[in-house]
């Protein structure tokens, strides 16, 4: 059974129509009542100026006066509305566009790692709580501003009508002077900001290899495109505006001379002749008001549309049974595994087994696709053949909040974030004292986060204490051990560990073992193969060698392997369809 995303952008609309037909109920009576100021200057004209009855003009004031008030707790409450429903729209949204973008970014392999969505979905929510989106909901009683004005003289009428259709000329013109250039602009500038901060997570490289003002360069010609393009969208919508806004004061002041003429003529009262400007220059108020915030609806369209796609490629999740904590036992077979984006294969076919309880080492050349196995053993890069099986179940049909507990996982750059150092062994779930603890015993590294400013209570990241690669690697050594998971993959662990470090490890291996734990090691270090029961060796991303220690390191090295207790002579596995794992007296395994 699927389940799609509860809060996809069009169902959050949906959720919120009833609230937008609010705000154009309201809207209604908000322009229904913006005749009241033209229709007290005629009542002042028609009936003050000739009775010269100051009651009268006290009533009317009263009247006006209130339906002024009521007309601004109308706007104020429209407002507060469209504020509500902008916010609403965030909560229902904000956390599958953050799953979303989170999911894009793992799916790349962190090549399009960006928090682009989310700001397009606060750039959408401020758009939807600003000024210009009222112009769309009180254009469309632009009609009755003109049937008052066709009331009030058939000229008044026709000049509104020709008046709106000329502005409404300008807004589509503005459109397709404006609209694909604005849309180029964003565009151009999501993907500068997105080099941008891929190059100052290199500071230190590219400051050490003097590539500062090389990449400048490169960065200052795509900034330039945008600013290029930003000039002339807003060179071609200045233009409309001031058209626009030009033309509207033009006719205004036209029909006040039209409303003389027709006076004097003995057409019109004289109140008309004021009321006729003050009224067409509320009827053209809205249409002008979008071509000016036209700008701010192209990147609002823009922003739907990037969410409506990253939304809509969001696959729908099926509902899965809660699976039983894993033991260990890992199995893969056949395995065809591709990076993000790339069609050419890394691992190739690859079948071994391992039961739970084991430590497998993983060896061999550089690209030979150990990273890429160890992505693929954890469920992070899904293969384009073949499956990786947990317990016999495949990896990739675990619920991953269920199933993440019982994971540990030591990737080659270390990543801690922003937080404590408890924070971060505990993987920012509710911290376990005695878990965060044991974990940082197990990986060795208690006795130096007791050293730090505040110990386990010590900050990390840009606000706090910066951490050396090798204190980074220990603490995420402990937190790939928090909670005893039963398999662990640890890709490079001593890669910046010094001989302190070192012995930490070999102990940690050592515990990991007593836990009955399944541990795959990626290294290209000797010093802990002596910790190891078995060694994978990969060679352009197939398996090479599969099998136990000491047989894998005979024939690495052209020796005879050894003879196993219980049986006779054992060849190495030099295939791994030929692998039959299984136990002997001791507990070792063989293949």
Not at 105 to 116: F, P, R
Not at 203 to 221: F, H, K, N, P, Q
């Amino acid at each position: 059974m699927q389940s799609t995303p509860e809060n996809s952008l069009k169902n959050a609309l949906k959720v919120c129509r009833d609230s937008f037909v609010f705000v154009g109920f309201f809207s209604f009576f908000i322009n229904a009542l913006m005749l009241v100021p033209t229709f007290y200057m005629l009542q002042v004209y028609g009936r003050v100026m000739t009775s010269g009855s100051l009651t009268t003009l006290a009533m009317l004031t009263l009247i006006m006066i209130g339906l002024v008030i009521t007309l601004g707790s109308l706007e104020w409450i429209r407002s507060r509305i469209m504020v509500r429903v902008s916010t609403r729209l965030d909560v229902l949204l904000s956390r599958q566009v953050y799953k979303a973008s989170f999911k894009r970014a793992l799916d790349s392999g962190g090549m399009d790692a960006s928090a682009q969505s989310l700001n397009d979905l606060t750039g959408l929510r401020q758009f939807l709580s600003s000024s210009g989106l009222f112009a769309f909901f009180d254009a469309p009683w632009l009609p009755i501003y003109i049937a008052v004005m066709f009331l009030f003289h058939p000229w008044f009428g026709w000049v509104a009508t020709g008046s709106a259709l000329l502005l409404i000329v300008l807004a589509f013109v503005n459109e397709k002077l404006t609209g694909p250039v604005l849309a180029q602009a964003n565009k151009e500038h999501i993907g500068a900001t997105l080099y941008t901060t891929k190059n100052l997570r290199n500071a230190e490289v590219i400051e050490s290899m003097g590539m500062l003002e090389t990449l400048m360069d490169r960065w200052g010609r795509r900034q330039r495109s945008v600013l290029l393009l930003q000039s002339l969208a807003s060179d071609r919508g200045g233009l409309v505006t001031t058209l626009s806004r030009t033309f509207r004061l033009l006719v205004q002041s036209l029909v006040l001379g039209l409303g003389a003429y027709l006076a004097v003529d003995h057409q019109v009262g004289a109140g008309l002749v004021f009321a006729g400007a003050v009224l067409l220059g509320r009827a053209l108020a809205p249409i002008d008001l979008m071509i000016g915030s036209w700008k701010g609806f192209i990147a609002a369209r823009s922003q739907y549309n990037r969410l409506n796609d990253i939304l809509g490629k969001q696959q729908a999740q099926p509902e899965r049974l809660s699976l039983p904590a894993p033991e260990g036992q890992v199995q893969v077979e056949n395995l065809v595994v591709t990076a993000p984006g790339s069609k050419t294969p890394i691992l190739k076919n690859i079948s071994f087994s391992v039961p739970a309880g084991c430590v497998v080492g993983i060896i061999g050349p550089s690209a030979s696709g150990k990273s890429t196995l160890a992505r693929a053993l954890i469920g992070v890069w899904p293969p384009q053949h073949g499956v990786v099986r947990l317990d016999g179940a495949d990896i990739s049909t675990w619920d991953k909040h269920e199933l993440g507990p019982h994971i540990g996982y030591l990737p080659q750059d270390i990543e801690l974030f922003e937080g404590s150092v408890g924070e971060n062994i505990a993987r920012f779930a509710e911290i376990d004292s005695a878990k965060v603890i044991q974990a940082a015993r197990t990986a060795g590294v208690h006795e130096m986060i007791l050293l730090l400013p505040d110990g386990y209570d010590t900050v990390i990241g840009s606000e706090g204490v910066m951490l050396s690669a090798g204190q980074r690697q220990r603490i995420g050594l402990a937190r790939a051990l928090y909670g005893n998971p039963r398999l662990i993959i640890l890709d490079e662990p001593n890669s910046n560990l010094d001989e302190v470090g070192d012995r930490a490890l070999a102990a940690a291996i050592q515990q990991i073992k007593h836990t009955g734990a399944t541990l795959f090691v990626i290294t290209h270090r000797t010093n802990i193969v002596s910790q190891l029961d078995r060694l994978l060796v990969m060679k352009a991303g197939v398996v090479g060698l599969y099998g136990p220690r000491e047989e894998v390191l005979a024939e690495l090295s052209g020796q005879q392997p050894p003879v196993p207790k219980h049986a006779g002579p054992v060849p190495v596995a030099t295939n791994v369809a030929s692998i039959d794992a299984r136990k002997d007296d001791g507990g070792e395994s063989y293949a």
